[in-house]
């Protein structure tokens, strides 16, 4: 069997490297190709060419890159063509993967396609289910509530469960290692900063989280902050910190260095923060597995910052907020992201255990409601896929 698969941001990545081990577990006659970062590679992809030729977000940011953009689109869809494929599985990044879908059908109709991570249709664009199930057989759906909405517009869908909800969590004692091992004493705050994992969010939010850290160390003289970098801007990062001149008590989690090890480094991270200051986006659902309480914070250039609050349709973008049904996580969005206010809601979340304790139940629905203690999201995303197939395994 030969599938091509395509992901475009790191989060994508990671979602196909565990869809890649689980069809391996089903099967062990799968091919891969496609195009994705070092996790799927180290699953047994051979990339196209650099994922992160795909990591744009936002519509002012996507306009200077059109030409290259659709360059790579031409490029997926030959190789998904040539390569005679029995499916395309498209990876979230929609408006890159679901562009390659909708020339790949035009050429060969019959060739399924399958989509993993159901767009937003309950957030904004409400359209764009409809407009995708001219080209896209099935989605994967990382949220209960999403396949009434695929299905409604004559798609197949299955819900599979969050990846996040069942990763294995650093161990107390390694968290409190982890701590001691930057200075941490005990008693004194450490502060998880994550800017994004795209370059143009540490290119647009960095200056403004550099401001809020310079100020919670100033507020906190015994306080130690760290930042995991994204594999993919780890470059990127370590010129942001430096920019930041933050001293000792700054602490950059460079992939480069911790190598093989950096994925346990990061849940100890995550564990051992008494708070974090994060972008919008999967990382809130990372920090409620570390049960971290958090702040977000983010922002986007004009043009697209107008374009967004226009067509949303719902009152909080962190995913926390959403799958709990609570509102116990302060977001700061567009304008409202300024240093001054940020830093005061980490402040008052410093000191007020109730809300922290809000977050950490608003947390533990949210890990529930995306499948942890259930089956392993991705035998049941790679059991949907062979079912779609009609490859599925029997017993």
Same mark, same amino acid.
């Given at each position: 069997m030969k599938l091509f698969l395509i992901a475009g941001e790191p989060s994508g990545d990671a979602?196909?490297?565990?869809?890649?081990?689980?069809?391996?577990?089903?099967? !062990?006659?799968?091919?891969?190709?496609?195009?994705?970062?070092?996790?799927?590679?180290?699953?047994?992809?051979?990339?196209?060419?650099?994922?992160?030729?795909?990591?744009?977000?936002?519509?002012?940011?996507?306009?200077?890159?059109?030409?290259?953009?659709?360059?790579?689109?031409?490029?997926?869809?030959?190789?998904?063509?040539?390569?005679?494929?029995?499916?395309?599985?498209?990876?979230?990044?929609?408006?890159?993967?679901?562009?390659?879908?909708?020339?790949?059908?035009?050429?060969?109709?019959?060739?399924?396609?399958?989509?993993?991570?159901?767009?937003?249709?309950?957030?904004?664009?409400?359209?764009?289910?409809?407009?995708?199930?001219?080209?896209?057989?099935?989605?994967?759906?990382?949220?209960?509530?999403?396949?009434?909405?695929?299905?409604?517009?004559?798609?197949?869908?299955?819900? *599979?469960?969050?990846?996040?909800?069942?990763?294995?969590?650093?161990?107390?004692?390694?968290?409190?290692?982890?701590?001691?091992?930057?200075? *941490?004493?005990?008693?004194?705050?450490?502060?998880?900063?994550?800017?994004? !994992?795209?370059?143009?969010?540490?290119?647009?939010?960095?200056?403004?989280?550099?401001?809020?850290?310079?100020?919670?160390?100033?507020?906190?003289?015994?306080?130690?902050?760290?930042?995991p970098a994204a594999p993919a801007i780890a470059d990127d990062v370590a010129q942001m910190m430096a920019a930041w001149d933050l001293g000792p008590r700054a602490h950059l989690l460079d992939p480069r260095a911790a190598g093989a090890d950096y994925p346990y480094q990061k849940s100890c991270a995550f564990g051992a923060a008494d708070l974090a200051l994060a972008a919008s986006g999967t990382v809130s659902l990372e920090l409620a597995a570390a049960k971290t309480p958090m702040v977000i914070a983010y922002d986007m250039a004009p043009l697209s910052r107008v374009l967004m609050r226009w067509m949303l349709k719902i009152d909080t973008v962190t995913l926390v907020n959403l799958i709990s049904e609570t509102r116990h996580i302060p977001e700061f969005l567009g304008k409202a992201f300024e240093p001054a206010p940020v830093l005061a809601a980490l402040e008052r979340l410093m000191g007020d255990q109730t809300a922290r304790n809000d977050q950490i139940q608003a947390a533990e629905v949210s890990m529930a409601r995306l499948g942890a203690g259930d089956r392993d999201p991705k035998a049941r995303a790679a059991d949907a896929v062979l079912r779609v197939l009609g490859k599925e395994i029997v017993g």
């Amino acid at each position: 069997m030969k599938l091509f698969l395509i992901a475009g941001e790191p989060s994508g990545d990671a979602l196909g490297a565990s869809l890649m081990a689980g069809l391996k577990a089903a099967r !062990s006659d799968i091919e891969f190709s496609g195009i994705g970062g070092p996790l799927m590679q180290a699953e047994g992809l051979n990339s196209l060419f650099p994922m992160s030729d795909l990591s744009v977000m936002g519509l002012a940011e996507v306009l200077p890159r059109l030409r290259h953009l659709f360059k790579r689109r031409d490029q997926a869809a030959n190789a998904v063509i040539e390569g005679q494929i029995d499916a395309l599985i498209t990876i979230d990044s929609p408006d890159f993967c679901l562009r390659v879908a909708k020339q790949v059908k035009k050429r060969t109709a019959k060739l399924p396609v399958i989509h993993y991570v159901a767009p937003t249709v309950w957030a904004w664009r409400a359209g764009r289910a409809r407009k995708m199930a001219r080209f896209v057989d099935h989605v994967l759906a990382l949220f209960p509530f999403e396949p009434p909405l695929m299905q409604a517009v004559g798609m197949g869908c299955d819900f *599979v469960g969050h990846p996040v909800a069942q990763m294995l969590q650093a161990a107390p004692e390694d968290c409190s290692a982890y701590r001691a091992g930057l200075g *941490v004493g005990a008693g004194d705050p450490l502060l998880l900063m994550l800017p994004g !994992s795209r370059r143009g969010e540490i290119v647009r939010l960095g200056p403004r989280f550099g401001q809020v850290a310079r100020g919670f160390l100033q507020a906190h003289p015994r306080a130690h902050l760290v930042l995991p970098a994204a594999p993919a801007i780890a470059d990127d990062v370590a010129q942001m910190m430096a920019a930041w001149d933050l001293g000792p008590r700054a602490h950059l989690l460079d992939p480069r260095a911790a190598g093989a090890d950096y994925p346990y480094q990061k849940s100890c991270a995550f564990g051992a923060a008494d708070l974090a200051l994060a972008a919008s986006g999967t990382v809130s659902l990372e920090l409620a597995a570390a049960k971290t309480p958090m702040v977000i914070a983010y922002d986007m250039a004009p043009l697209s910052r107008v374009l967004m609050r226009w067509m949303l349709k719902i009152d909080t973008v962190t995913l926390v907020n959403l799958i709990s049904e609570t509102r116990h996580i302060p977001e700061f969005l567009g304008k409202a992201f300024e240093p001054a206010p940020v830093l005061a809601a980490l402040e008052r979340l410093m000191g007020d255990q109730t809300a922290r304790n809000d977050q950490i139940q608003a947390a533990e629905v949210s890990m529930a409601r995306l499948g942890a203690g259930d089956r392993d999201p991705k035998a049941r995303a790679a059991d949907a896929v062979l079912r779609v197939l009609g490859k599925e395994i029997v017993g």
